[in-house]
């Protein structure tokens, strides 16, 4: 069955690092995405990547500061967030999609997106 599991949060301080990774199983998916929720907010996206050509897409508050990249080989999706902001604390979730919508608007759309992780949880202070 289709198994997306985060790892890799955890405290930081404003100005540091983390990596997250995002392990997949049980499917071949097209899209991946990284989204996060802060307490009372929408989920929203962060960063996407395009199995297939490589391409991507970030939130324009995160653009300059994170990477997302993936390891066809090990199946494995990760964010690394240098930089961080306290602002970046939030829950972060692994998202991928069966059809290639890493292209705005749907790369950001959490209705497009059929496998979820359980959640990481970031805190920048």
């Known amino acids: 069955h289709v198994q997306l599991v985060e790892s890799g949060g955890g405290s930081a301080l404003a100005g540091g690092s983390v990596r997250l990774s995002c392990a997949a199983s049980?499917?071949?998916?097209?899209?991946y995405s990284w989204f996060r929720q802060a307490p009372g907010q929408e989920r929203e996206g962060v960063a996407a990547i395009d199995t297939g050509d490589g391409s991507t897409y970030y939130l324009n508050s995160v653009e300059v500061r994170f990477t997302i990249s993936r390891d066809n080989a090990k199946s494995t999706l990760y964010l690394q967030m240098d930089s961080l902001k306290p602002e970046d604390t939030a829950m972060y979730y692994c998202?991928?999609?069966?059809?290639?919508?890493?292209?705005?608007?749907?790369?950001?759309?959490?209705?497009?997106?059929?496998?979820w992780g359980q959640g990481t949880q970031v805190t920048v202070s």
């Open positions: 998202a991928a999609a069966a059809r290639r919508w890493c292209r705005d608007p749907y790369w950001r759309d959490v209705t497009y997106f059929g496998g």
């Open positions: 049980g499917y071949t998916f097209k899209t």
